[in-house]
């Protein structure tokens, strides 16, 4: 079982560029998530999705876009880089019955230059 | 919305020693409580969680307690291993759900 898998694992872009966070899950799992991660700040939940075809905004979703067309994939979008948008951003997962209880991926490393 | 404190943002202790880690949350709607554990070039892994109707839950050398009344939590590790050595994440979130907000971190270094 691969659980969460991210790609890539590392990104330089320049400001201005966009690019597409890849998030897939082999577990069936309901909920999707993305959060980034900056130091000091903890995890911060960017966007969640609790099925197919639903999506909602987090505590920081300005410059970011989801889309949940099948339940095992998630994808990111950043749609204009901002060096402000430098971080390690993680996709996780759960199912319903263990609500909360979630499966993270490896991570993927962002530089905005 | 929910507001998670951490403390400390750093802790290190002796190989064999006990570690502490408190968090304090803001809304008394709050009733699931995890902890996350992350290594090194990793993601952050579930160790161990409490629901509000519990006071104390242990698994092994790992247990956290709940006080409702001061909302506040926290996460023991007795017997620390040098494997215990990385950074530990508390959160909340409401019945369940994967909406979690997470506390800012704790980085744990056990001494040999």
């Known amino acids: 079982n691969a659980g969460v898998t991210q790609t890539p694992k590392f990104q330089v872009l320049k400001t201005g560029q966009s690019m597409t966070l890849q998030c897939a899950q082999d577990?069936?799992?309901?909920?999707m998530s993305w959060y980034r991660q900056d130091p000091g700040m903890g995890l911060r939940l960017i966007h969640y999705s609790v099925g197919a075809g639903i999506t909602d905004q987090g505590e920081v979703p300005n410059g970011y876009n989801v889309s949940r067309s099948t339940t095992e994939d998630f994808p990111l979008r950043l749609l204009s880089a901002a060096p402000s948008q430098t971080s390690v951003y993680f996709c996780?997962?759960?199912?319903?019955?263990?609500?909360?209880?979630?499966?993270f991926g490896s991570g993927t490393q962002l530089s905005v230059l | 919305g929910e507001n998670v404190e951490q403390h400390p943002s750093t802790l290190s202790v002796q190989e064999g020693d006990s570690a502490v880690i408190k968090c304090t949350y803001s809304?008394?709607?709050?009733?699931?409580f995890p902890w996350y554990k992350q290594e090194l070039g990793k993601g952050p892994q579930l160790i161990i969680d409490i629901r509000s109707n519990v006071g104390e839950k242990k698994d092994q050398r790992i247990a956290v307690t709940l006080n409702k009344t001061a909302k506040h939590f926290s996460l023991h590790i007795t017997e620390t291993q040098p494997e215990d050595s990385a950074v530990y994440f508390c959160a909340a979130s409401y019945d369940g759900n994967e909406k979690l907000t997470f506390g800012t971190g704790t980085r744990l270094t056990i001494i040999p």
């Open positions: 809304d008394s709607a709050s009733n699931y």
């Open positions: 577990m069936n799992h309901e909920y």
């Open positions: 996780a997962s759960s199912s319903v019955q263990g609500a909360g209880k979630l499966f």
